[in-house]
């Protein structure tokens, strides 16, 4: 008889670019090693991810009643928003009061989970899985130096971090590249006893004391900072990625396609901020100067510019998003439509992105989007707006090469039209660009190379089924 295979329990924080790596990772474990998974959706709105369809999307032809979705009941945090509350705030509200709602579901479950899986926000959640004696791992849906930087926080010397914040000097992380003022994240800047600031270090701590961290990288990728972090002995590491979301084929955004289809080959720049970013209306009018200047086709996901408050809200200037926005130049829609395709709010990236007409990406930098376009071996233009973002831009432009930096100029922090233009020629037609080009390819063959069997991401995940096997027995 079969012995009893490990039951690995995910939990999905708010926002997409969350519940698709996860579902994806499900997916993995129940195509790769048959494992049972339940992934728990925490949502404050479940009718964006019905509509997504994101939930349909079978594990494997016969791998369905292996994977179950529970989509726990939608949490209110309408009472907390208000002026000065962020996004990332909102979500760990949320978390928290998922809780109660999660130990309930677990508890009556009659195949108890092996081990519980969250993602960066789900640490409030590993307490459940104490309670229920089940193994605990975190999985960063983001890259190796980003968690590398993460895991050493707790540690930096004030004075360093006094040196970075005031006189912005690299701040450095044993055994990676140092991160640069540039691309600081707010964190490092806040006043210590805030207490955002103690919760960020409380919830690293958490998971340096937790059974692993799984990260969608892989070794090839990301080869210093992942001997970094396993070298700081904290807590094991498994790269287990690229982990992408498989084409979809949409019916209802066959337009898209049906117009890339039209296109040669490697010749239309794709232009998307990810599944909520926003420009101020002034970068929206240079991006379509730009676009429209590079006399380059381009297929581009707009939405409508938004402005920070003085507390740091986003705003929105104009309601909705139609097929013929103001905010966008007077006549620019008339004068690109033979070569330009502007969609609002949403594309089926992946499919996108794996469209032979498509030779470029100009991106916000979500790690989704980034192994999305590395996977299809699409050269980037990085313009990355909050959070991780600039340090992903950094790694993909200094470390990796698979693209260049939109740089906004001192004076304004503004980036240029002129400069669009000269990036979007350079990424799909100039000379000076074939370098990228060349690296994106080997890029997507070291992907490809990972996950196929005996890659370094698939005997990864053995390892890992191997702890929860372990822990079963
Ligand atoms: N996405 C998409 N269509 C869009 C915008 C985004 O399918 O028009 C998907 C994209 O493929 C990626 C995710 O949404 O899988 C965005 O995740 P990412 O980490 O890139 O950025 P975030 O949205 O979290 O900032």
């Known amino acids: 008889m079969e012995a009893t295979k490990p039951h690995i329990a995910l939990l999905a924080s708010p926002g997409m670019g969350h519940l698709i790596p996860v579902l994806e990772l499900a997916k993995r474990l129940v195509s790769h090693q048959s494992f049972k998974v339940t992934v728990f959706v925490v949502a404050t709105d479940h009718a964006s991810i019905v509509s997504s369809q994101l939930l349909q999307s079978p594990a494997s032809p016969d791998g369905d009643d292996l994977l179950e979705i529970v989509l726990l009941p939608l949490i209110d945090v309408s009472d907390i928003i208000g002026p000065g509350v962020s996004f990332i705030q909102q979500i760990e509200a949320t978390m928290l009061r998922s809780v109660p709602f999660f130990r309930t579901e677990i508890s009556k479950m009659e195949s ?35 968690f590398a930087f993460a895991l050493y926080t707790p540690e930096i010397d004030r004075k360093e971090i006094d040196e970075h914040a005031k006189n912005q000097k690299p701040l450095k992380i044993p055994g990676c590249r140092p991160l640069n003022f540039e691309d600081t994240t707010e964190f490092l800047l806040m006043d210590p ?40 002995r904290k807590v094991p590491i498994y790269p287990i990625g690229p982990l992408i979301r498989p084409i979809e084929k949409s019916v209802l955004r066959s337009e898209i396609i049906d117009w890339l289809d039209k296109q040669p080959e490697e010749s239309v720049i794709y232009v998307s ?11 929206v ?78 991106t916000h930098c979500g790690w989704n989007s980034t192994i999305e376009s590395i996977t299809n071996g699409v050269p980037m233009i990085a313009w990355p707006l909050y959070a991780e973002q600039k340090m992903n831009a950094c790694l993909l432009t200094e470390d990796i090469g698979a693209s260049i930096r939109a740089t906004p100029m001192e004076s304004n922090g503004m980036v240029t ?39 370094s991401s698939y005997n990864v995940l053995f390892q890992f089924a191997e702890i929860c096997i372990q822990h079963l027995s």
């Not at 919830?203 to 070298?231: H, Q």
């Not at 998003?321 to 004068?335: I, K, M, Q, S, T």
């Not at 799909?428 to 070291?446: F, M, P, Q, T």
């Open 417 to 455: 039209r002129g400069d669009i233009r000269s990036m979007v020629r350079k990424i799909l037609v100039d000379h000076e660009g074939r370098n990228i080009r060349a690296r994106i390819k080997e890029l997507k063959n070291s992907a490809a190379k990972a996950l196929a069997e005996g890659g």
């Open 273 to 283: 901020f990810g599944s909520g970013g926003t420009l101020s209306a002034q970068e």
């Open 112 to 146: 108890r989970p092996t081990a519980l899986v969250v993602d960066w926000f789900g640490t409030d959640v590993l307490e459940v899985a104490d309670e229920f004696n089940m193994l605990k791992f975190i999985f960063i849906t983001s890259n190796a130096w980003f």
């Open 285 to 362: 009018i240079e991006l379509a100067w730009g676009l429209e200047l590079s006399q380059q086709r381009f297929l581009w996901v707009v939405r409508p510019p938004t402005e920070k408050d003085a507390a740091g809200a986003f705003l929105t200037l104009t309601n909705g998003c139609d097929c013929n926005p103001d905010y966008l130049p007077d006549g620019f829609l008339a004068r690109t439509h033979d070569r330009g395709l502007v969609v609002p709010m949403w594309a089926p990236q992946v499919e996108v992105l794996s469209h032979p007409s498509i030779g470029g990406f100009l």
């Open 193 to 232: 006893n805030d207490p955002t600031y103690q919760r960020h270090i409380g919830v690293i701590i958490k998971m340096s004391l937790t059974d692993g961290i799984l990260v969608n990288t892989w070794d090839e990728l990301e080869p210093t900072s992942l001997k970094a972090l396993r070298d700081a």
